[in-house]
């Protein structure tokens, strides 16, 4: 799809939106991915594997051109559910962090699948919010990254939601793929959505919403928009993304939120192909060296 006819007719965003992501992308070199579990799910609730198969093939490509890559990625629990579909209506907290452990190795084999066909082998992180507040473990977890990625080798972090309980929970995934950028230093945070970008309502309700093709000022921000709802196989919304992009950009480092849904989303926002929403610090020097 051109970026000229990016979204709907109501929701089209400009070519230079596509064009500046795609300078962004191209100039990038250490990138993290997060990839949300209602962009892994399909519409019924289960793992799309073919979803995860061209994931794992534009990474490698981009791996291929020099780039570094870091997933954080999403989908334990549904994992979990379609492998033991008989617990979809427990709803206790140890069921609910059972299903997790196992569909988390399901998740894992998926994602092993589909780089061992590239050739590539992927690594595992699962992390709580005690792990980046405690200094050791920081530095553990980030020279474990650096190990990994210097080696060739796909870190695939993820919450563990196994034994995590309120006090020591990110909560999303959103959050911990920016804590994940800060402590990697990336050049670029993608945030894969099931929608273009940020909108000033939601798109898929409201026939004017208007995408917002960038971001420098998140508290002006939010006083223009509606925030609305977790998505429903996830745990994160609009909010979580606006958070992620706080503590991104207070690092100096861009955060794209875009579909990942469309065919070849990490290849087409590379490409110019694609719009979204870009967030970037109040320096808005990176911005204007893309446009020259």
Known sequence: MSARTCGTLQHKATAANSI???KIVQRARKIVIKIGSNTLARPDGT?????????????????NAGKQIVLVSSGAQISGLAAIQDWAKKRDVHY?????????????????????????????????????????????????????????VVPI???????S??????????????????????????????????????????????LIETVTDIAALRKTITIGEANP????????????????TSYGIPLLLANGGRERALESLAAGDACGTLFLADDTSLLQDIRK
């Open 20 to 22: 500046t992501i795609a």
């Open 47 to 63: 793992p799309n594997i073919c979803f995860m198969q061209h994931i794992a093939e534009q990474c490698a490509a981009f791996m």
């Open 96 to 152: 609910r962090q059972a299903l997790c452990a196992i569909g988390q190795v399901e998740l894992m084999n998926q994602w092993r699948k589909a780089f061992s066909e590239r050739q590539l082998h992927i690594g595992q992180l699962l992390l709580t919010k005690d792990d980046f507040e405690d200094d050791h473990r920081t530095l553990n977890i980030r020279n474990t990254l650096f190990t990994l990625v210097d080696e060739g």
């Open 157 to 163: 972090v993820n919450e563990n939601d196994s034994v």
């Open 165 to 210: 309980f309120d006090e020591i929970r990110i909560g999303d995934n959103d959050n911990l793929s920016a804590l994940t950028a800060i402590l990697w230093s990336a050049d670029l945070l993608i945030l894969f959505s099931d929608i273009d970008g940020l909108y000033t309502a939601n798109p898929k309700t409201e026939q004017n919403a208007r």
């Open 233 to 248: 196989f996830g745990t994160g919304g609009i909010e979580t993304k606006l958070h992620a992009a706080e503590k991104a």
